[in-house]
Protein backbone atom coordinates (compact mmCIF):
# COMPACT_ATOMS: atom_id res chain seq x y z
CA UNK A 1 0.00 0.00 0.00
CA UNK A 2 1.19 3.66 -0.78
CA UNK A 3 0.06 6.56 1.02
CA UNK A 4 0.70 10.10 -0.18
CA UNK A 5 0.55 12.86 1.60
CA UNK A 6 0.87 16.92 -0.17
CA UNK A 7 1.59 19.84 1.37
CA UNK A 8 2.50 23.04 0.18
CA UNK A 9 -0.76 25.02 -0.97
CA UNK A 10 -2.06 28.15 0.41
CA UNK A 11 -3.61 31.61 -1.00
CA UNK A 12 -1.13 33.34 -2.96
CA UNK A 13 -1.12 36.34 -5.70
CA UNK A 14 -1.25 36.38 -9.12
CA UNK A 15 2.32 36.04 -10.47
CA UNK A 16 3.10 34.54 -7.49
CA UNK A 17 4.86 31.60 -6.92
CA UNK A 18 4.67 28.25 -4.80
CA UNK A 19 5.60 25.04 -3.96
CA UNK A 20 4.03 21.54 -3.62
CA UNK A 21 5.47 18.68 -1.81
CA UNK A 22 4.35 15.20 -2.21
CA UNK A 23 5.96 12.52 0.28
CA UNK A 24 5.26 9.17 -0.46
CA UNK A 25 5.65 5.67 1.66
CA UNK A 26 6.15 2.79 0.29
CA UNK A 27 9.57 0.88 -0.23
CA UNK A 28 9.71 1.10 -3.92
CA UNK A 29 8.64 4.84 -4.64
CA UNK A 30 12.07 5.00 -6.99
CA UNK A 31 9.95 3.25 -9.39
CA UNK A 32 6.85 4.28 -9.37
CA UNK A 33 6.03 6.98 -11.79
CA UNK A 34 4.52 10.13 -11.07
CA UNK A 35 2.13 12.89 -11.41
CA UNK A 36 0.51 16.30 -10.53
CA UNK A 37 -3.34 16.50 -11.15
CA UNK A 38 -6.02 19.12 -10.10
CA UNK A 39 -9.51 19.36 -9.93
CA UNK A 40 -11.30 23.32 -10.26
CA UNK A 41 -14.69 23.40 -8.91
CA UNK A 42 -16.95 21.78 -11.50
CA UNK A 43 -14.45 20.74 -13.46
CA UNK A 44 -12.52 17.20 -14.24
CA UNK A 45 -9.69 16.60 -12.83
CA UNK A 46 -7.06 17.45 -15.09
CA UNK A 47 -2.82 16.92 -15.25
CA UNK A 48 -0.52 19.16 -14.73
CA UNK A 49 2.90 17.17 -14.27
CA UNK A 50 3.95 14.10 -14.98
CA UNK A 51 7.28 12.14 -14.28
CA UNK A 52 9.43 9.00 -14.97
CA UNK A 53 10.36 7.21 -12.11
CA UNK A 54 14.00 8.03 -13.33
CA UNK A 55 13.16 11.50 -13.20
CA UNK A 56 14.64 12.19 -17.00
CA UNK A 57 11.43 12.28 -18.76
CA UNK A 58 8.85 15.23 -17.71
CA UNK A 59 5.44 15.88 -19.47
CA UNK A 60 3.87 19.33 -19.06
CA UNK A 61 0.35 20.18 -20.91
CA UNK A 62 0.36 23.72 -22.74
CA UNK A 63 -1.48 25.51 -19.87
CA UNK A 64 1.44 25.11 -17.44
CA UNK A 65 4.49 24.55 -19.89
CA UNK A 66 7.02 27.15 -18.49
CA UNK A 67 5.46 27.95 -15.95
CA UNK A 68 5.05 24.85 -13.71
CA UNK A 69 7.79 22.25 -12.82
CA UNK A 70 8.12 18.95 -12.02
CA UNK A 71 11.02 17.34 -9.88
CA UNK A 72 11.49 14.41 -7.62
CA UNK A 73 14.11 13.03 -4.73
CA UNK A 74 13.82 9.74 -4.82
CA UNK A 75 15.95 9.34 -1.68
CA UNK A 76 13.73 11.57 0.27
CA UNK A 77 10.13 9.34 -1.22
CA UNK A 78 9.29 12.88 -2.20
CA UNK A 79 8.11 14.72 -5.42
CA UNK A 80 7.84 18.44 -5.89
CA UNK A 81 5.79 20.98 -8.06
CA UNK A 82 7.37 24.15 -8.72
CA UNK A 83 4.78 26.62 -9.45
CA UNK A 84 5.33 30.18 -10.93
CA UNK A 85 4.14 33.01 -12.63
CA UNK A 86 0.45 31.76 -11.56
CA UNK A 87 -2.70 32.83 -12.72
CA UNK A 88 -6.39 33.18 -11.03
CA UNK A 89 -6.94 29.96 -13.33
CA UNK A 90 -4.74 27.78 -11.71
CA UNK A 91 -7.05 27.90 -8.40
CA UNK A 92 -7.54 24.43 -7.99
CA UNK A 93 -6.66 21.70 -5.32
CA UNK A 94 -3.28 19.72 -6.56
CA UNK A 95 -3.62 15.89 -6.44
CA UNK A 96 -0.28 14.01 -6.06
CA UNK A 97 -0.53 10.40 -8.11
CA UNK A 98 1.39 7.09 -7.78
CA UNK A 99 1.71 4.59 -10.66
CA UNK A 100 1.99 1.49 -8.54
CA UNK A 101 2.80 -0.66 -11.24
CA UNK A 102 5.74 -1.49 -12.88
CA UNK A 103 6.93 1.71 -15.50
CA UNK A 104 9.54 1.89 -18.12
CA UNK A 105 12.78 4.00 -16.68
CA UNK A 106 11.77 6.85 -18.95
CA UNK A 107 7.93 6.47 -19.31
CA UNK A 108 5.50 9.07 -17.69
CA UNK A 109 1.69 8.64 -18.07
CA UNK A 110 -1.19 11.13 -18.35
CA UNK A 111 -4.27 9.71 -17.89
CA UNK A 112 -5.98 9.43 -14.75
CA UNK A 113 -7.11 5.48 -14.84
CA UNK A 114 -3.02 5.56 -15.17
CA UNK A 115 -2.90 5.76 -11.40
CA UNK A 116 -3.21 3.64 -8.29
CA UNK A 117 -2.95 5.86 -5.59
CA UNK A 118 -3.64 9.24 -4.55
CA UNK A 119 -3.46 11.90 -2.19
CA UNK A 120 -6.05 14.19 -0.41
CA UNK A 121 -5.28 16.90 -2.27
CA UNK A 122 -4.03 20.49 -1.31
CA UNK A 123 -6.09 23.82 -1.82
CA UNK A 124 -3.85 26.58 -4.01
CA UNK A 125 -6.03 29.68 -4.44
CA UNK A 126 -4.82 32.80 -6.67
CA UNK A 127 -6.08 35.47 -6.04
CA UNK A 128 -6.21 38.43 -8.89
Known amino acids: QVQLVESGGGLVQAGGSLRLSCAASGRTFSTYAMAWFRQAPGKEREIVAAISWSGSNTYYPDSVKGRFTISRDNAKNTVYLQMNSLKPEDTAVYYC?????????????????????WGQGTQVTVSS
Open 97 to 117: AARGIYSGRYSFYTRRDDYDY
